[in-house]
């Protein structure tokens, strides 16, 4: 792919990129088939086959993968895949995901406060 | 929450909201625990804790929780769950989100033709 | 498939059907890439595989696809997958799976009092 | 838990196990909820939970989890639940599970030729 000329996460807002996938489903008519249910299960399904590409290798290989440009691009397409449907669900629930992402991140900073949280993982 | 003064998604790059879950997770020295494999693992569990809000029900009363703000705000709660850790991937895969999304959609466009695929489910 | 002269459910012990499993691994000798953490993910995965056969069609429809031979085995298929590896996460785990549903039905039992929860569903 | 005096899974026919399952949902109605759709919303939710246990640590930390009681018993739960899903899922697709994974084992036979996958993850 010759990506060098498109706009980045930086050049580019939520709704430009949630656009893409909104244009993709109403050119089909596919919202029909968008219920918020079967979007859950859709996100579900594209999370299986995003860990597909690190099922049987070790946590330690699975950060060497980010080097390897042919099998991250591949996890990459599946990161798509999951983040499209995030955004149909976000469009079939009426919600603004960067509202909605800021509203999670201040419970989140309230849950886990960093001098108590500093290293150890979410689940302690 | 109140979130009427909050930039919307036209006012919001996704870089400016990938940075909001990054700078959580560098407060927290969480990096380490964010290898692909396990945040993979993270992804997927987060979209069934998306998924439990529509267990029981079917897709029509699913599709009429988007109009109940309780049960609205609390799916978009598992949603920015889900889309908080797609962030992170993004970043342990040192990814571009937006260039991987177009690149996908670019490829779904072949891959489904509209004309073809329009009203019929992705699956046929 | 043919499978009218086999051995049914009942006439089938848990430790014979997963002796099956167990072989099978063991003569590839997949035994080494079968860490809990791996046949979590696993189970998972293949979770997901059953859910693609009800990915768009509501619940009524899913259950009339019991009565459509060709769809039920192909559902059935993915079901076996999902209990293979549960099987090996037995193994894994060094349970008896007998005892293991055994114990937490008991548990069930205390948590959801028939009385309580007769006709409503679990979440409530 | 005291399961000493409990049937082992040399001593528990398939059929036995599953209707322990099959009685508790007729106690409680909820068979109208158990739709096949739902059912495997259902088996995905529960295996996400497992590897909640498995989430933040490798491998090989996840193969020593067999020897801590405590800690294999609380997987053991979740994995049960998947497994007691899995069970209400051959009933909604009225399928006998000996047979299903019987037939199963034996298509992975064809499609994994031991001398050829010997020592080889699946995937390859």
Sequence with gaps: MDTQ????DDQTTVAELRGLVEDFVAER?????HSPKNLAMSIAMEAAELM???QWIDT???SALADDP???????EELADVVGYCFAMAGALKLDLSQ?????????????PAEKYR???SYD
Excluded at 5 to 8: C, F, G, K, L, S
Excluded at 29 to 33: G, I, L, Q, T
């Design 119 to 121: 290293g150890r993982p």
């Design 29 to 33: 008519d596919w919202s029909c088939y």
């Design 52 to 54: 597909e590409h690190f």
């Design 60 to 62: 330690e290989e699975s």
């Design 70 to 76: 042919e099998r991250r691009e591949a996890a990459g």
């Design 100 to 112: 909605t992402v800021r509203d999670k991140m201040r419970k989140n900073h309230l849950k886990y």
């Design 5 to 8: 000329n498109e706009p980045t």
